[in-house]
């Protein structure tokens, strides 16, 4: 795979307590050193009309004000230093490389990956939080759509948490697809089964929250039954992967069951999704804080496209999950079909 990465990402600077730390990344790049075929790209950040374009102008005015003054708590959670400011901006420039290489025609062994931080899906229009400060992935969808490369983007984000900035920002367009799995009850508490659109953008979000220690199967049958399905049925002509990886069974902040060699089925399952659909497809780094359990799995993600064939669980779906299932699919997807 391609991996767009910045050393300009380090310099976010969150103490050495806090989860979101510059060491994801370089756990990473470490899992990646003897990769077959690992390529990385150091694309530029983005430009101040891309930010704009998604996020309201007040609020991007007032994150760089914070950052240069030297940074602190923008919330409990949520913390900002003085390189913060830096790091999103090339962190989204990442995400936007990725949309652009993927419609440019990079696929197969040349995938893209966007490893960029701080991650991005918590970010609404007008406030930072859950360590997201621009919406990383909203904006290389919307830089697409906005270049003329893309009529329609359809966003899958498999983070353990609801991309609550993605779904607001696209929740009443119509050009933009967002489907989410996530562990119900989990910050920030949002993506209910009814949550999916509104005005012309009604039918276009859909949220599948899985009780705690959901494993592997569940997510499979997510994307087969219903994601599948309702993204082929959107035809975008851009595919992005939210890539969280604190689903995994032995990440520190969250309780689902998603293994290492699991995060190899979704992988395939995607891009499965992706040449149904006949869209260009891309992943954009958000959570994923055991720094093993994180490596492991994006290096298992890239094994993927360079050959490996994962194994699929051999379990069923547990009675839970499948009733979560049966009531996201009595949602319907009235406005998904372009037609």
């Not at 102008?57 to 007032?62: A, G, I, K, L, P």
Request: negative net charge; charged residues 25%; contains cysteine.
């Amino acid at each position: 795979m391609k991996f767009g990465y910045s050393d300009t990402c380090l310099e976010h600077e969150t103490g050495s307590r806090h989860p979101e730390s510059p060491d994801r990344l370089r756990a990473i790049r470490r899992g990646l050193t003897d990769g077959h075929g690992v390529e990385y790209i150091d694309a530029a950040a983005s430009e101040p009309e891309r930010i704009h374009a998604v996020h309201d102008d007040e609020y991007v005015e007032s994150l760089e004000t914070f950052c240069s003054a030297g940074g602190g708590n923008w919330d409990a959670d949520t913390v900002v230093s003085e390189g913060t400011w830096d790091a999103a901006l090339a962190s989204s420039g990442l995400a936007e490389w990725t949309a652009d290489a993927a419609l440019s025609g990079d696929d197969g062994r040349q995938t893209p990956f966007s490893i960029g931080r701080p991650p991005g899906h918590h970010a609404v229009e007008d406030d930072a939080m859950g360590f997201c400060f621009f919406n990383n992935v909203a904006v290389g969808a919307q830089s697409a759509i906005d270049n003329g490369d893309a009529d329609r983007v359809a966003i899958f984000d498999w983070d353990v948490h609801h991309g609550n900035g993605t779904q607001d920002i696209f929740y009443e367009q119509e050009d933009v697809f967002y489907a989410s799995i996530h562990e119900d009850g989990l910050y920030p508490g949002t993506g209910d089964i009814e949550e999916t659109g509104a005005g012309p953008g009604a039918g276009t979000t859909l949220n599948i929250p899985f009780a705690p220690g959901t494993t592997t199967a569940a997510y499979l049958a997510a994307l087969s039954e219903v994601i599948g399905p309702a993204v082929e049925a959107f035809d975008p002509d851009l595919f992005l992967i939210s890539a969280g990886f604190d689903p995994h069974e032995h990440d520190p902040i969250s309780r689902m069951r998603v293994s290492t060699e699991g995060f190899g089925c979704l992988t395939a399952a995607v891009r499965e999704i992706a040449n149904d659909a006949d869209a260009a497809l891309g992943f954009v780094l958000e959570g994923g804080y055991g720094l093993d359990t994180l490596s492991e799995s994006i290096r298992k993600v890239h094994e993927v496209f360079d050959g490996y064939e994962p194994v699929e669980p051999d379990e069923s779906v547990n009675d839970a999950a499948r009733d979560v299932l049966e009531s996201v699919k009595s949602q319907g997807f009235d406005g998904v079909d372009p037609n």
